[in-house]
């Protein structure tokens, strides 16, 4: 008989924001204890699509340098995303717990739904924008859609 | 300086269903860990206000003796999901947590976010019913509302 605890695995949705940094921290203060051997943390970052770079006022098609600029913007936005949140784990977190850092490409709301699934998450934790109502209205609320879709239990923190 | 560490307050929105059961599960084995000094678990039941019991098909007014009746029926009912919650918390939690019974009236989403308020949650669980889309557009959905406004970080528990 197997009498080991299976492993958990919990999501943590991560951007620029400082929303999702506080929902990182709430994650490790609330969900993370401090027996970890059984918890495995995934950084998830989704960086959009390249449609979603802003076009310039004329609406050109940018020349392969300018979109070579924006992949290498888009790529240093992740990679800043994850430093930042690696600070905060391991300020948080002094045990050696087990992480694993992802990033996805495309519709924040889509990739985030699969890849609870893909990854087979336990929990999903993000934070919550206080976009207004135009902003919200235009993108949707992704925290909304993933609270409905996501195939596991979702936690979402507001910063207060 | 003052170094005890501030209780947790952790409230769970209970109802007759099979998936707040499990929500309040789910808490008990993810939220709350084995060292549960600084926890102190609430259970929220909301009755529904008077006028959602049924009336009968000619609408009548219900004479006092009726009406006597479903406020007994609501208190068992009460009653009831708080003895199984209680069940629950005992069979998952062997130590010696801190708890509290709160039944409240009215609309559920918004006597929720009251008590989150009013008591000082500091998380709030709580299940989703797995609607018909009729159903969920009459009553609306509950922990929809509450993900949105209830003034703290909010656990969405889905049944798998």
Same mark, same amino acid.
């Given at each position: 008989?197997?009498?080991?605890?299976? %492993?958990?695995?919990?999501? &943590?949705?991560?951007?620029? @924001?400082?929303? =999702?940094?506080?929902?990182? @921290?709430?994650?490790?203060?609330?969900?993370?204890? *401090?027996?970890?051997?059984?918890?495995?943390?995934?950084?998830?970052?989704? +960086?959009?699509?390249? =449609? &979603?770079?802003?076009?310039?006022?004329? /609406?050109?098609?940018? @020349?392969?340098?300018?979109?070579?600029?924006? %992949?290498?913007?888009?790529?240093?936005?992740?990679?800043?995303?994850?430093?930042?949140? /690696? !600070?905060?784990?391991?300020?948080?977190?002094?045990?050696?717990?087990?992480? %694993?850092?992802?990033? /996805?490409?495309?519709?924040?709301?889509?990739?985030?739904?699969?890849?609870? +699934?893909?990854?087979?998450? *336990?929990?999903? &934790?993000?934070?919550? #924008?206080?976009?207004?109502?135009? +902003?919200?209205?235009?993108? /949707?609320?992704? =925290? !909304?859609?993933?609270? +409905? #879709?996501?195939?596991?239990?979702?936690?979402?923190?507001? #910063?207060?």
């Amino acid at each position: 008989m197997e009498m080991e605890k299976r %492993e958990r695995k919990i999501m &943590v949705a991560v951007d620029e @924001s400082q929303e =999702s940094m506080y929902a990182l @921290s709430w994650c490790l203060s609330n969900l993370v204890s *401090d027996n970890v051997d059984n918890v495995k943390l995934v950084l998830l970052y989704v +960086k959009p699509p390249p =449609s &979603v770079y802003p076009l310039d006022a004329a /609406g050109y098609i940018f @020349s392969s340098d300018v979109v070579s600029t924006m %992949e290498k913007y888009g790529k240093d936005l992740a990679n800043s995303v994850m430093e930042r949140a /690696g !600070d905060i784990c391991r300020k948080l977190n002094t045990t050696n717990m087990s992480m %694993e850092r992802v990033i /996805g490409s495309g519709d924040a709301k889509n990739v985030i739904c699969s890849a609870v +699934k893909k990854l087979e998450a *336990d929990t999903l &934790v993000m934070g919550t #924008h206080s976009y207004g109502f135009f +902003k919200r209205a235009l993108l /949707g609320s992704v =925290s !909304d859609h993933c609270a +409905k #879709h996501a195939k596991c239990p979702v936690v979402i923190v507001k #910063h207060p």
